[in-house]
């Protein structure tokens, strides 16, 4: 299998507003690479649940916009898609203290995030 030349996730320049003028992310840059795990680390208000946001294009249902840059995933300009199309294209998130399903192990609970994805299983387990 080769290894494809873009990052999985980029993020470029993306700049977002709440209630169009409250500024809540200034050109944030982000690349993340296939099979990396990344933190968002920062104090209360730095807007990492903001970006989080953007990325999965739910900054709507929160009166919010992302107002410049670019985001893609696998490589598809994601900037504009709708949450529903980016779950089935595998963007998925669990949100750390969520305790989404806590009788499961972490390898459930992450193919249970997959389940709006068309791969099968054996697909999905070799993304794992």
Request: proline residues 3%; aromatic residues 4%; neutral net charge.
């Amino acid at each position: 299998m080769s290894i494809p030349e873009y990052p999985i996730l980029s993020v470029s320049s993306v700049e977002a507003v709440y209630n169009g003028a409250i500024a809540a992310l200034h050109g944030v840059d982000l690349l993340v690479g296939r099979g990396e795990i990344v933190a968002l680390l920062g104090s209360n208000g730095a807007g990492k649940t903001t970006l989080l946001r953007a990325v999965s294009n739910l900054l709507p249902a929160e009166r919010g916009a992302i107002t410049a840059g670019r985001i893609t995933f696998g490589g598809e300009d994601v900037s504009r898609a709708s949450p529903s199309h980016l779950v089935r294209s595998g963007l998925v998130q669990f949100l750390e203290g969520r305790h989404c399903f806590r009788s499961l192990t972490v390898e459930e609970n992450l193919f249970t995030g997959a389940l709006g994805r068309s791969s099968s299983r054996t697909g999905v387990k070799a993304d794992l």
